[in-house]
C-alpha cells in the first residue's frame, strides 16, 4: 500500500494516510464519523448527530482537501444519498450550531475558524479563535471532532 501511496500528489497522500491512522479509525470505532467517498480532492465523510425528532442521525460533510494539511480543509453539508448539496432547509439548527452551519452566509463552507473559505474571509479570527485555527500539524480530524461536538451538543435542535 505504501507503494501505492507514494505515487500519489503529497496532498493526497497525507489525506489517504491520515484517513488510515489512529485519530480517524478511533472516530470512526466510536461511530462518531466515516468516510462515505473519495474522488479526489474531495472527500465526502458522515457525522453522526445527537437524536432530535424528525432529523437525520448524521450529516455528511463534503470536503475539499486540496492542498491539504498546508491549506486548511474546506467542507459543505453534503446530501450523500442523492450526490448534491444538502436543502439549506436541511441544514443543522440550534444558537451556536445555527451559526456554523449558516447557508444564507455560503452555502459552499461552514462557518467555522478551521475552515479554509471561512477564515480567509475573517482575518480578525486568527487572534479571536486562535485554539480553532487549522495549523499543518494537524489532520482532519481536528474538523471533525469541533462538527461532532456541536451536533452532539444540547444546543443542537436538529433541522
Known amino acids: 500500500m505504501d ?4 505515487q500519489l500528489a503529497p496532498d493526497e497522500r497525507a489525506v489517504r494516510r491520515h484517513l488510515e491512522g ?3 479509525l478511533a472516530g470512526v470505532d466510536a461511530a462518531r464519523w466515516w468516510l462515505v467517498r ?3 480532492p474531495l472527500v465526502i ?7 432530535r425528532e424528525k432529523s437525520p442521525s448524521e450529516y455528511s460533510l463534503r470536503f475539499d482537501l486540496s492542498g491539504y494539511p498546508v491549506d486548511a480543509p474546506t467542507a459543505a453539508p453534503w446530501d450523500a444519498a442523492r450526490d448534491c448539496p444538502l436543502d439549506g432547509a436541511r441544514w443543522p439548527k440550534g444558537h451556536r450550531i445555527g451559526k456554523a ?3 444564507g452566509w455560503k ?3 461552514l462557518y467555522i475558524p478551521c475552515d479554509r473559505t471561512a477564515i480567509s474571509d475573517h482575518p480578525a ?3 479571536q479563535y486562535a485554539r480553532y485555527l487549522w495549523d499543518p500539524s494537524k489532520d482532519v480530524t481536528f474538523y471533525l471532532r469541533l462538527v461532532h461536538e456541536m451536533l452532539n451538543d444540547d444546543d443542537y435542535q436538529g433541522i
Open 38 to 40: 473519495i474522488d479526489w
Open 107 to 109: 452555502s459552499n463552507a
Open 22 to 24: 489512529a485519530n480517524f
Open 101 to 103: 452551519f449558516n447557508p
Open 125 to 127: 479570527w486568527r487572534q
Open 3 to 6: 507503494e501505492e501511496l507514494d
Open 45 to 51: 465523510i458522515a457525522i453522526s448527530a445527537a437524536p
